[in-house]
């Protein structure tokens, strides 16, 4: 079962939380920058040891990078969840995208959410330009996940 209905995130900290604490571990006190921002949210979202199907670019813009994520209790077993940043305020924030549950890996949960959003936006996968948004499911699909690096040079 997949639901794209929105939902709170609350076992990830909000963003401000995440470089506040990557803040004060400075001795230098740290100059919060977005894309320092976006590293410690990489941190925070890794301990939960994600899935990570990669970032999307629309344009010149970024659409996110897109995590699956065990959810620690209720009726779903898995989120999909991305960093994306708005350009208004000129800072990163989390937006859960979908959730599911009856799937038995991470994968199998990927492949589902990504088809049920996917078809929601109307998306056509086999445009060339939603060639990044197929690639996050050729991830989901191919079962191999990227490698998540935390950004030590934005850190």
Do not use: K
């Amino acid at each position: 079962m997949v639901s794209l209905d929105g939902f709170d995130l609350r076992f990830l900290r909000e963003p401000d939380a995440c470089v506040f604490a990557w803040a004060l571990s400075r001795a230098d006190g740290g100059v919060v920058t977005a894309a320092r921002q976006r590293a410690a949210m990489r941190r925070e979202v890794l301990q939960h040891r994600p899935l990570r199907l990669g970032s999307v670019r629309a344009g010149a813009a970024v659409d996110g990078e897109w995590f699956v994520v065990d959810l620690p209790d209720g009726p779903y077993d898995f989120a999909l969840v991305r960093i994306a940043f708005d350009g208004r305020w000129r800072r990163y924030h989390w937006v859960g995208v979908a959730r599911a549950s009856g799937c038995p890996s991470p994968e199998a949960a990927a492949q589902a959410m990504l088809r049920a959003l996917f078809a929601h936006w109307r998306i056509d996968l086999a445009h060339a330009d939603n060639a990044a948004y197929a690639r996050l499911l050729a991830v989901a699909v191919g079962g191999a996940a990227d490698a998540v690096a935390t950004d030590d040079d934005a850190a």
